[in-house]
């Protein structure tokens, strides 16, 4: 019953870097498992990166080594530093538990790599 709420993107050149934020109107420690999911126009929504409860980290093949997952208890709130990104990165970016299933989809927020 948590809502998550996405913020934080933007135009970015390639190689540059964004902080994207989730911020959840209740406590995440109520759910076991967040994550940040992104779809390109034409693809799948795939999950790049989630955290546990206990801060415990896992990536996609094509991100792992330029984005970190993190979490801020107290504030409710889950980030996704985003470096040397590339135009492929390119998408609507989500926030949501990991897995989904039933949960329902926010807006997301929109990140684009272009020069």
């Known amino acids: 019953q948590v809502q998550l709420v996405e913020s934080g993107g933007g135009l970015v050149q390639p190689g540059g870097s964004l902080r994207l934020s989730c911020a959840a109107s209740?406590?995440?420690?109520?759910?076991?498992?967040l994550g940040w999911y992104r779809q390109a126009p034409g693809k799948q929504r795939e999950l790049v990166a989630s955290?546990?409860?206990?801060?415990?980290?896992n990536y996609a093949v094509s991100v792992k080594g330029r984005f970190t997952i993190s979490r801020d208890n107290a504030k409710n709130t889950v980030y996704l530093r985003m470096n040397s990104l590339k135009p492929e990165d390119t998408a609507v970016y989500y926030c949501?538990?990991?897995?989904?299933?039933?949960?329902?989809w926010g807006q997301g927020t929109q990140v684009t790599v272009s020069s």
């Open positions: 209740g406590s995440i420690l109520s759910i076991a498992a």
């Open positions: 949501n538990k990991v897995p989904a299933l039933t949960a329902p």
């Open positions: 955290i546990t409860r206990g801060g415990l980290g």
